[in-house]
């Protein structure tokens, strides 16, 4: 099993920027694929951002392409996700979550969740 914690998030001005940060413990973080998710309030939970085991793949929504960036240290078992230019529309819990062996776009396809970090921006 696998442990995740997020932190970083916050209140941000439009256009502003901020890190995220996916803390892992438990079994070799280089072993998931993982991705960023974000559920606003009364919406379904949708996928932000995945990277690959090595960090070698990345993907993104569309609506987050050029303004986000997903990155990852396996030996600090820890991935980030730097958000510029944000958007009140980025407003959400952003979870961090894992999937044995790959990076999917898919949330059912991860097995490990962390409980989330605020994401808020105001106008």
């Known amino acids: 099993q696998v442990q995740l914690v997020e932190s970083g998030g916050g209140l941000v001005q439009a256009g502003g920027s901020l890190r995220l940060s996916c803390a892992a413990s438990?079994?070799?973080?280089?072993?998931?694929?993982v991705g960023w998710f974000r559920q606003a309030p009364g919406k379904e939970r949708e996928f932000v951002a995945a990277?690959?085991?090595?960090?070698?793949?990345?993907y993104y929504a569309d609506s987050v392409k050029g303004r986000f960036t997903i990155s990852r240290d396996n030996a600090k078992n820890t991935v980030y996700l730097q958000m510029n230019s944000l958007k009140p529309e980025d407003t959400a819990v952003y979870h961090c979550?894992?999937?044995?062996?790959?990076?999917?776009?898919?949330?059912?396809?991860?097995?490990?969740w962390g409980q989330g970090t605020q994401v808020t921006v105001s106008s």
């Open positions: 990277i690959s085991r090595s960090g070698g793949g990345t």
């Open positions: 979550a894992a999937c044995p062996l790959y990076a999917s776009l898919q949330r059912n396809d991860y097995d490990y």
């Open positions: 438990g079994r070799p973080f280089s072993s998931y694929g």
